[in-house]
């Protein structure tokens, strides 16, 4: 396949979606209101975006399957065993997702060749290891969006539990105050963790009641009373004195690689990752949660947050940061008197188009493509160049 193609795509409606933010962007009614969390563009067996091929819908992972070269490229091909790295998503949160993980690339095959030995079918409920990829990944704002990202430094962590939980952690903040490092906070946080219910209750409850005094003095405690209204006696409550909140404004980023703890709160976004769906959850979900897994894979170094904000490649695109072999995303802006034009050498594309309308051009064939907001597209390898006219904002998804 050498032609670029517009992609239709598969919605994922978790309890947690907006009812309104993707089917704006896509300029559909939602007459249900149900919820819209995510929109999935890619290749992913779990939901592969189609396109139009020989007078049929095929499924993205088919035509690469039949095409691996020209679509991917011979590069990236060869690099990723004739599949698409990365997996790019519209993620829009009405309410907080699962505080969660991801392994590591090495964590990741030796789980998912465990839980195969064990047994567990690839839709259990309890299957934490899908495939056997890592699952590195980049959400940038396209709404001012709140996230929880990595432990907070250990003085932070313990004036704030100290003003939450001076009661029911009492033991385990003094030895943490003893033990201020990554040990001592992994001994910490495994202690809360591991606790029995009824003491997790009393700690819970005690938190939120705290939370309620001190809820103007720190951001923190407001999104933890806001976490207790949805899952009153869940430890996950105590997450934003542990992790680092932020508030991305549109158009800035995260980069999160594997082994942090994070979760997203609010607010609408792009994600693209490596094409994968591990997810190791410790809390606040009704999904399956497994923390001793979810221990075994964690970093507990307190880590600094580091917000992306896209750098000028050229006059038309600007380019996020990315630690990821398999994807690097970038803004591509057109106006009048300004197309795009895109370099000859590049790599499998895919495109979204968040504001405007456009004509995309296939330098080679002469082919045009009308896009507008909420349309996406693959751009194979083969296809040498193109060319975006119009006044446009595009987000696009890359192998670096």
Partial sequence: MRSIKLLKNTLQNYAWGSPTAIPELLGEQNPSSEPRAELWMGAHPKAPSFVTYNGHWLSLAELIAKYPQEILGNTVALKFD??????????AAAKPLSIQAHPSLNQAKEGFERENDQGIAMDAPNRNYRDDNHKPECLCALSPF????????????????????????????????????????????????????PQQNQVVEEAVQNAHLYSDQDVAFHWMTRLSIEYPT??????????????????????????????????VGLELMANSDNVLRGGLT??????????????????????????????????????????????????????????ESRSVEIILCTEGTADLKDSGTQEIIHIRKGDSAIIPAAVTSYSITGDVTIYKAAVT
């Fill in 286 to 343: 009704p999904k399956h949660i497994d923390v001793p897994e979810l221990l075994k894979v964690l970093n507990f170094e307190p880590r600094p947050v580091n917000i992306l904000r896209a750098v000028k490649k050229n006059k038309n695109e600007r380019i996020y940061a990315s630690e990821a072999d398999e994807f690097v995303l970038s803004v591509v802006s057109a106006s009048a008197g300004s197309p795009y034009h895109s370099p």
């Fill in 234 to 267: 869940d430890i996950g409550v105590l997450a934003p004195l542990l992790l680092n909140l932020i508030e991305l404004k549109p158009g800035e980023a995260l980069f999160l690689p594997a082994a942090e703890l994070h979760a997203y709160l609010e607010g």
């Fill in 82 to 91: 004739n599949k698409l790295p990365y997996l790019f998503k519209v993620l």
């Fill in 146 to 197: 709140w996230a929880m990202y990595g432990f907070r430094n250990i003085p932070e962590i313990l004036a704030l539990m100290g003003k939450s939980c001076p009661v029911g952690l009492a033991a385990e903040l003094d030895l943490l105050k003893k033990n201020p490092d990554s040990a001592g906070l992994k001994r910490f946080f495994t202690g809360v963790m591991t606790m029995d219910s």
